[in-house]
């Protein structure tokens, strides 16, 4: 008995259905959009104040609640400037630990970050250029995301930049870093300034999903995402955290990085 012949049939992308005009709506979407919510603005306000006084403190909130991309937009509204043949003034920067950060992996990372093409070298030698370029760049804050990965060693060398070099670090983690923070009194004793992020409520959520439809989503007709019955969808949904109400935007919209900016 012959085997069934079967007809393979691959579809044309979605695009090729869609006339020019939404494709272009599709295509602004998918630009990143960022909208400052009210509670981002206190966020960086704090971080300001922290950063005119060369505070060192920390900020704690559970996984996906927003913090990482709170503190890369603070990053983005102090961008660095540049001055014809001198170092370029660089006030924030960002910097993401990787696995078990030690004391070489933040140097290089830092000297990366400031486009500083030598990497290599023992560690006193990437201690002193990392001091070197901090001055001559003028930072004036330190942002590390994921804090609880730096070994113990790390910290010492973060210590030392806020120590001896006057420049606001910045903590950023879950409540694991606080754990790690409080087995090193020196390290508690100069970070105890915190901020800490919380899950939204409902409330909040309308607000956000209201906000995304006036000025990322803007649709020629009311989408209803406010209403009582969709707003109870998401809220169990999502509960309460922003990352999930991204992931939900990523999977049933065009739109997903421009609800990330709304979310984070």
């Not at 800490?196 to 959520?205: A, C, G, K, N, V």
Request: net charge neutral; aromatic share 8%; proline share 4%.
């Amino acid at each position: 008995m012959k085997p069934t012949e079967m007809e393979v049939i691959v579809p044309l992308p979605l695009s090729r259905g869609l006339d020019v005009q939404v494709q272009q709506q599709i295509k602004r979407l998918q630009r990143h959009c960022f909208v400052e919510l009210e509670a981002v603005k206190q966020f960086h306000d704090w971080l300001d104040d922290k950063r005119h006084c060369r505070q060192a403190c920390r900020v704690i909130g559970e996984e996906r609640t927003g913090k990482t991309f709170a503190c890369d937009a603070y990053r983005l509204k102090n961008s660095p400037s540049l001055a014809k043949g001198d170092a370029p003034i660089v006030p924030v920067i960002y910097w993401h630990a990787t696995t078990e950060t030690g004391q070489r992996e933040l140097f290089v990372g830092l000297l990366e970050h400031l486009k500083y093409r030598i990497t290599r070298g023992t560690l006193a030698e990437l201690r002193e250029r990392v001091y070197r370029l901090l001055r001559a760049c003028q930072v004036e804050m330190i942002i590390l995301d994921e804090a609880h990965r730096l070994r113990p060693k790390t910290f010492s060398e973060i210590r030392d930049i806020f120590d001896l070099l006057g420049i606001a670090v910045v903590l950023v983690g879950t409540d694991r870093l606080e754990a790690v923070v409080r087995r090193d009194e020196q390290v508690h004793n100069r970070f105890m300034a915190c901020y800490r992020f919380y899950r939204f409520d409902s409330q909040t959520l309308e607000e956000i999903t209201a906000i995304w439809e006036e000025y990322v989503l803007k649709l020629p007709q009311p989408s209803n995402l406010t209403s009582a019955a969709v707003q109870k969808v998401l809220g169990a949904s999502t509960r309460g955290y922003l990352g999930a109400l991204d992931e939900m935007g990523a999977e049933r919209s065009p739109a997903s990085t421009a609800s990330r900016a709304i979310s984070d």
